[in-house]
């Protein structure tokens, strides 16, 4: 197995679904050499970061798209992306909660 780079990746997902006036909780998923070190831009009011996990918590806004600008960073470089917060009923929730068998076939 091939270790991960030391730059900073982001690994996190483009869009994430979530319902208004709720708590929000999300891990900014990145590799690199620690320490790493997070930022964002945009952020809105009610949400903010840890910039030494990379979670962003609080309570989720109004209905609406709130595009924010993640960087991450260590000695031996950074990384950027954009990642769009969805708050209302336009989409599903993250994470969804897919098919399981066990519904279907219960113990057997």
Do not use: C, E, Q, R
Not at 15 to 43: E, K
Not at 62 to 82: I, L, Q
Not at 84 to 104: E, K, R, V
């Amino acid at each position: 197995m091939t270790a991960p780079a030391a730059t900073p990746a982001i690994h996190s997902p483009g869009v994430i679904g979530w319902n208004p006036s709720t708590p929000f909780v999300h891990a900014i998923a990145a590799t690199g050499t620690a320490p790493l070190a997070y930022s964002v831009t945009g952020l809105p009011t009610g949400l903010s970061l840890d910039a030494s996990t990379g979670i962003i918590s609080g309570m989720m806004p109004a209905a609406g798209s709130y595009p924010v600008m993640v960087t991450v960073s260590n000695a031996m470089g950074k990384a950027t992306s954009t990642l769009t917060l969805t708050s209302g009923s336009t989409m599903a929730l993250t994470p969804p909660m897919g098919w399981n068998s066990y519904d279907s076939y219960g113990g057997t």
